[in-house]
């Protein structure tokens, strides 16, 4: 019997089908949680009765569908694939034949036992455990479970066989093979299908730097296609990353840290120990690891591979910066999207032991001061320093962590109450700030006119002989005439 885990929002739900029980290990709860954040339902589909059900393939892979109940009948609207709460793959239903999703069912589902794997075949894999996801799972919770069988797709799908193509690139380029050739049969479309293949991983995306094919074929659709592909790292680069990683990581994380903690650990090691590549020959995590050199794209891929390895939904966003190319990361945390952008916060030139925040956990809007993309990504809308300050109310036992979290990384500048537009107001925010030390750091809105107005305001303040300042543009701020200084008196 094949188990099916369920997350019911709605209690009449249970009424349909007999519930099971399976008490549920910490590692399985927190892979069902990321999928729930990951998939995110919307208070209309909530209201329509829609729910998710999961089943996991593998120790770090979902298949999750999401279900309403119609016509008396569990029915699928649309499947996603997700590891490690990141999803890799999705069916929308007006989409039902889609390779890509057929293609990754198969890769992490047991083969079948037919010759052509179809997405309308359950996937014959054996789930690891069978938990239903809660929206609030405890530690020693015992969680319901539902039989699959009771799952209906909507309309009977054409039966669509997975592209042997497109499955036979995935592992040539998993393998970083320079020159291979390849058969198959039918109308496929190869460089649809090489493109395909390479959205599957975003960090083989962001390694490839070329390709090429020359295919022939009789009249019976019977190809032989040979493909030459250029790499930015290597196979045996790649191993290397991976090597170093996993020697990194227990050097700088530590069992007690949150996700947000991991994620500032890792933005402030690549900024500390990775330098910005001024000749532009340098291209890869490798590149960064052994040489502490690389330019946006291997800052993205390294920043991809830790957070992936941690378990942090991550991903790989291409864009321009100006009028030029670049690349920076999404970084999902508490089911929420930030853009990361470590490129920009490692000083140029290189600043030993300097980091940069300005670009550390921002939105959409906020990024777009000086960021553009064209390709569609996951929604940032939600201002970090608000999450941050929101959980110092919702958890009181972890308030030390979180205010660390905003005064490390300079989010409480932008609170009002560190904030000055004129000379009175910038001398009475430093006789205030002064009362906790000689060393503050505050925003000043006029920016242009620090200096002179910093010289007035130090006329009406006593106690200090000399003072020295260093200032820069308040890039997190909403006028870009902000700038955020530090103060030293003596």
């Known amino acids: 019997m094949k188990w099916m885990v369920t997350l019911f929002l709605f209690v009449h739900v249970f009424q349909l089908f007999s519930v099971h029980s399976f008490a549920a290990t910490s590692s399985e709860k927190l892979l069902l949680k990321r999928a729930q954040q990951a998939i995110n339902l919307t208070v209309a589909e909530k209201k329509m009765n829609v729910f998710l059900t999961a089943e996991i393939l593998t120790q770090d892979v979902l298949l999750v569908h999401k279900v309403r109940v119609i016509k008396g009948k569990l029915t699928i609207l649309d499947s996603y694939l997700v590891k490690n709460g990141k999803i890799i793959a999705n069916k929308d239903e007006r989409k039902a034949n889609d390779p890509l999703f057929i293609l990754q069912l198969k890769k992490w589902s047991k083969p079948s036992k037919t010759s052509s794997p179809v997405y309308t075949q359950k996937p014959v894999a054996t789930p690891i455990a069978t938990i239903r996801i809660d929206e609030s799972i405890k530690e020693d919770a015992v969680l319901p479970t539902i039989d699959s069988s009771n799952l209906k797709e909507p309309t009977p799908s054409p039966q669509i066989a997975v592209s042997t193509l497109e499955s036979q690139l995935v592992d040539h380029l998993m393998n970083r093979d320079e020159k291979f050739t390849v ?11 090489l493109e395909r293949a390479m959205l599957q991983n975003d960090y083989v995306n962001y390694v490839v730097s070329g390709y090429s094919y020359s295919d022939e074929w009789d009249e019976h659709d019977n190809h032989t296609t040979v493909f030459r592909l250029t790499y930015l790292e290597s196979k045996k680069e790649f191993d290397i990353v991976v090597k170093k990683v996993h020697e990194l990581l227990p050097t700088i994380i530590s069992a007690d840290m949150n996700d947000h903690e991991k994620v500032k650990v890792v933005h402030d090691w690549i900024v500390l120990n990775v330098a910005y590549d001024q000749t532009k020959t340098s291209f890869s995590a490798y590149n960064a690891l052994v ?6 794209n291997g800052y993205a891929l390294l920043v991809d591979e830790l957070l992936t390895e941690l378990g942090i939904p991550v991903r790989i966003i291409e864009g321009k910066s100006g009028d030029v190319d670049h690349a920076w990361n999404l970084v999902q945390l508490d089911g929420l999207w930030y853009h990361l952008d470590t490129t920009f916060d490692d000083p140029v030139p290189d600043t030993p032991g300097h980091v940069d925040w300005n670009y550390y956990l921002l939105t959409d809007d906020q ?11 996951p929604l940032a809308n939600t201002n970090y320093d608000h ?17 660390k979290l905003l005064n490390e990384t300079e989010l409480f500048l932008l609170d009002d109450s560190y904030k000055a537009s004129n000379v009175m107001e910038l001398s009475a925010l430093i006789k205030r700030l002064k009362i906790s030390g000689n060393r503050m750091e505050f925003v000043y809105t006029s920016g242009s006119s620090f200096e002179s107005d910093l010289d ?7 106690g200090w002989n000399s003072y020295n300042t260093n200032y820069s543009e308040f ?8 700038v955020k200084a530090t103060l030293n008196l003596k």
Not at 456 to 462: E, P, R
């Open 475 to 482: 890039k997190r701020g909403t006028d870009p005439n902000e």
């Open 387 to 403: 999450f941050l300050k929101q959980q110092l109310q919702k958890q009181p036992e972890n308030k030390q962590r979180y205010e």
């Open 456 to 462: 007035q305001a130090m006329q009406s303040i006593d």
């Open 183 to 193: 058969s198959f049969s039918g109308k496929d479309n190869i460089k649809l299908a």
């Open 367 to 377: 990024i777009k001061r000086d960021h553009s993309w064209t390709q569609t990504y």
């Open 291 to 296: 040489n502490g050199l690389t330019v946006c």
